[in-house]
């Protein structure tokens, strides 16, 4: 008998911990603190994912950035999988530098806005980072007219077409990789 209640006990304290980690995990990331511009309309309480997805939205538009090159360019960096992707990580660093969700370099943004901003600020504003990247994006177009080529150039600094450049200007279902709601009924 007391063998069947430790075992019972075992059960219980496993699946309750399983449950916990489960749900606890779920919520890693939505609510990451991230900054937001001063004169920004979004507030932290929204999740990064959607955060995401509602910048892009905004800055492709502003800078002529196709939808598929913005999602293709996020997802190849940081592999964000859209509005859903609520374990999403936007504070990421690579091994040359470059922070954030679209993994731009604090060189880079200084130039492209004519500012001055520190890694920390490149990495942690969300609307920074993504606004100059598409800022970037769509400059590179204009002075290339080819995406492909434009990619290339997010990727390595030099507009050569490699292995991420083919795959961000020609991947137009990029929603395929992105995580769909799932329902609970």
């Known amino acids: 008998m007391k063998v069947k209640t ?3 006990i ?7 911990c399983v449950t916990f980690y489960t749900f606890s995990s779920t919520e890693t990331y939505v609510n990451t603190k991230v900054e937001l511009s001063e004169s920004s309309s979004y507030d932290n309480k929204t999740p990064v994912s959607l955060l ?3 910048l892009i939205e905004k800055y492709s538009t502003m ?4 939808k598929y090159i913005a999602y293709n360019v996020s997802y190849r ?3 964000y999988q859209g509005p859903f992707h609520w ?3 936007p504070h990421q660093e690579s091994c040359v530098g470059a922070v954030g969700p679209m993994q731009v370099l604090t060189s880079t943004c200084n130039w492209v806005n004519k500012s001055h901003y520190t890694k920390l600020q490149v990495r ?6 993504i606004k100059t990247s598409m800022k970037l994006l769509g400059s590179l177009y204009k002075r290339y007219g080819n995406w492909t080529i434009v990619c290339g150039w997010y990727n390595t600094g030099k507009p050569i077409i490699n292995e991420y450049a083919r795959y961000c200007g020609s991947n137009k279902d990029y929603k395929s990789k992105w995580i ?3 329902s609970r009924l």
């Open 63 to 66: 800078y002529g950035v196709p």
């Open 124 to 129: 942690d504003n969300l609307e920074l980072n």
């Open 87 to 89: 374990k999403y990580n």
């Open 52 to 54: 995401m997805y509602e």
């Open 10 to 16: 075992t059960y219980f304290v496993l699946a309750f």
């Open 6 to 8: 430790i075992f019972f």
């Open 180 to 182: 769909k709601l799932q």
């Open 77 to 79: 960096e940081t592999r």
